[in-house]
């Protein structure tokens, strides 16, 4: 089923900490809330481990508490547990409520109580790391062993990022609270938090709404395909343009094969020479192929998008050619080397609809990737106005208005030559059907995963995949869209 657009946010720490002030001051009570997050944790326990000696590192703000509860609902069905708890909660506060309740044994926070434990629960910090984990806390999950059961989020990982700071643990399970925060998506929080569970605590859907979430996991139900009536005929559903160069033709060629199958109506390949115009002529029949210069094509109004960059050369002639493409009014797709062009120039891209850098071409215009790549995508939107696709194995979509998407659907086979193009080629073909940019970026980088996974489907990890395996899956990944 597809999920509805609030079920895909995603909240901050700071925001998730607003939504659980909101829910207070409106009149739920905290200790509930601590008592279903602690029971959501126990519940997903209990699902995956069976009773065994079981160690609760508490830290002193809520997450502490919840850890105190989760001890206190063990403890009450047979299991051995006990706490260590790094600092105690301030008095007063709802964790202090929580630790009070707690009667069973307290062990020093020393590594010879780590030592016996054979499953830790790891209830340091969530929300309120405000800081670099460092110290006992950091000595103690550097020393696990065994199992580690997060609570919210593994101690030490930035919710936020994604980015472990100073050091998070590696857990078996995580479970949350209300809504994933992007660190549970963005490498490397996705694999540090192991399995995720999202827990519903009860948090009041006036105190959910009254956060408005500027970050979504990628999936259908953030945007719909096109849909095609029977009125239509192919020049409702637009036409892409995509130059191709005699160096690399194979990429534009990819590119173009995706935009048709995405169901784009027409597809150029306008060719650098008339060389490579008969290399493309040998290609799909479906495919209109031309020779003249790119620009001649511009006359021609109903040529609504174009894909700049798969196999074409960083020369200066190509950013010029996006730079008149772009000015004639077109929805423009810029990849290889349309961006590796504009090394250093950012402002070269304005106009664009959607840029899809991988980390290399990123930092080649944009500078340095900073560690807060969620950030660094939504500046390079907020600087160039279009919208950018970060990719990666967590690829990020982000919007010039700050709205932003976190992909997590691609296996890492994805990784392979021409899968950039072919994802261009989706990007291109979902703009000319007049997706707007940020909804075709993030349909485009859905399917070419979900095209992946398809093509993978029953193989063992590590199975190798070719950009060409994922152009049979595409009409199966549209389906899986839109059912
Ligand atoms: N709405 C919900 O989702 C609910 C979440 N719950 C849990 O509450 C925590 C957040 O609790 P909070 O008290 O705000 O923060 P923490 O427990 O994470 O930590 C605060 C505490 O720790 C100190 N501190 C922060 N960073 C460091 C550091 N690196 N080293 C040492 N000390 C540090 C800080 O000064 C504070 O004293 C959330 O994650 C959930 O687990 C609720 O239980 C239910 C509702
Ligand atoms: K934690």
């Not at 829910?23 to 126990?42: D, E, F, K, T, Y």
């Not at 790094?86 to 926070?109: H, I, K, Y």
């Not at 008339?274 to 209109?288: D, I, K, N, S, Y």
């Not at 891209?349 to 840029?355: N, V, Y």
Request: aromatic share 4%.
């Amino acid at each position: 089923m597809t999920p509805s657009p609030s079920a895909l946010a995603l909240l901050t720490p700071d925001e998730m900490a607003a939504v659980d002030r909101a829910a207070i001051a409106g009149g739920a009570s905290g200790p509930a809330l601590m008592r279903a997050a602690g029971a959501a944790v126990a519940r997903a326990l209990r699902k995956r481990f069976r009773p065994c000696r079981t160690l609760i590192l508490a830290g002193p703000g809520n997450n502490g508490g919840d850890g105190y509860v989760v001890a206190r609902l063990l403890e009450r069905e047979g299991w051995p547990v006990s706490v260590a708890a790094l600092a105690p909660p301030r008095p007063g506060s709802d964790a202090a409520m929580a630790a009070a309740e707690w009667r069973g044994p307290v062990l020093p926070f020393t590594p010879e109580t780590l030592a016996r434990a054979q499953l830790v629960v790891d209830a340091l910090f969530g929300a309120g790391l405000s800081r670099e984990l460092d110290g006992p806390a950091a000595a103690a999950l550097r020393a696990v062993r065994v199992p580690l059961v997060a609570v919210d989020v593994p101690s030490g990982l930035d919710g936020a990022t994604g980015e472990p700071r100073g050091f998070a643990p590696q857990a078996a399970l995580t479970v949350t609270f209300g809504r994933l925060k992007p660190g549970h998506l963005l490498l490397p929080g996705r694999e540090l938090c192991g399995e995720v569970v999202l827990a519903d605590i009860g948090l009041p859907e006036a105190a959910l709404a009254s956060v408005a979430p500027r970050a979504f996991r990628n999936a259908p139900g953030l945007w719909r395909l096109p849909e095609r009536g029977a009125q239509h005929h192919k020049f409702s559903h637009g036409h892409v343009t995509i130059p191709g160069g005699a160096a690399m033709p194979g990429a534009a060629r990819l590119a173009a094969m995706s935009a048709r199958r995405i169901g784009a109506g027409l597809v150029t390949l306008a060719a650098e020479d008339t060389a490579t115009a008969t290399l493309f002529r040998q290609g799909e029949p479906g495919l209109l192929v031309s020779a003249p210069p790119p620009e001649d094509l511009l006359a021609d109004e109903r040529r609504s998008a174009w894909v700049l960059g798969p196999g074409l050369p960083p020369r200066p002639e190509t950013l010029a050619l996006l730079r008149r493409v772009v000015e004639a009014g077109r929805h423009v797709v810029a990849d290889g080397g349309a961006l590796t062009a504009a090394a250093g120039q950012p402002h070269t891209l304005q106009g664009a609809a959607i840029l899809t850098p991988h980390a290399g071409e990123f930092a080649k215009v944009f500078g340095a990737l900073r560690r807060d790549r969620l950030a660094a995508a939504r500046m390079a939107a907020a600087v160039t106005g279009a919208v950018v696709v970060l990719k990666g194995s967590d690829s990020i979509i982000a919007a010039p208005d700050g709205r932003a998407a976190i992909n997590n659907n691609a296996p890492p086979a994805l990784a392979t030559a021409g899968s950039g193009d072919v994802l261009a080629g989706l990007a291109g073909g979902l703009l000319a059907q007049n997706l707007p940019p940020f909804e075709a970026a993030c349909a485009a980088a859905w399917l070419h995963g979900q095209a992946a996974t398809l093509a993978l489907a029953g193989a063992a990890p590590g199975t190798p995949l070719v950009a060409e395996d994922l152009l049979p899956q595409l009409r199966a990944a549209w389906i899986a869209a839109t059912r």
